[in-house]
């Protein structure tokens, strides 16, 4: 027989322990729940790698990418309506964009397009001019798709895409990050390095005179 005790002690020791486990539930019901993957900071600029993220919040543009196939962005303090307007500007975008000579609607079907443009440089001592018939598909404030359907390029296929960003954690968006994704491939007769090089050197110029463009319309 056990003396008093050591039942004291047994009898201690197991309210000791249930009042561990009750309290352990009782902590883990308290607790909010955290989520798998924290949304605070799971913006689109946010899933970036860290040295776009920074670029792109210091007001640069960021090209990625080589032999054709690019994805450029930007960041610009707008709305969506304020980007819209200048992206599906074709008609105008001569006025603005750098080193294109002509843009004109050809066909306009609602959010269907057909748009040829007229690019022309100066390299070296050479001009160089390419044009191009792109077939054109809006879906409004979102995203503009494009492919060639005639020109000067043997291929050229991508879309513009927006997406709003709060600059601020839990605010509302008051920033749009425009992407700008392409493939784009020479003729035959054109020297592919020279080709690539100028494509994307113009990338840079082109989302920053769109950049320009939207903060001179306010």
Known sequence: MQSPQKSASKLMNKFSTGSAVVMAIAIACCT?????????FDGPVDRLPSMERDSLRSGQTVVTGDKGKYVARVLIDASPDQVWQVLTDYANLSKFIPNMASSQI??????????????????????????????IQETDRKQI???????????????????????????????????????????????????????????????????KEVKRRG
């Open 106 to 135: 050809l066909e306009s079907r609602n959010n269907r397009k057909v748009i040829e443009q007229v690019d022309s440089r100066q390299v070296f001592v050479v001009t160089i001019t390419s044009r191009t018939k792109l077939a």
């Open 145 to 211: 798709d494009f492919r060639l359907i005639d020109g000067d390029l043997s291929q050229m296929e991508g879309y513009w895409k927006m997406e709003p960003v709060s600059s601020v954690p839990r605010r509302s968006p008051n920033q749009i990050l425009i992407t700008y994704t392409v493939n784009a491939q020479p003729s035959g007769s054109t020297p592919l390095d020279a080709f690539y090089s100028i494509f994307k050197e113009a990338l840079g110029d082109t989302l920053q005179a769109i950049k």
């Open 32 to 40: 909010p729940a955290l989520p798998a993957r924290a949304s605070l």
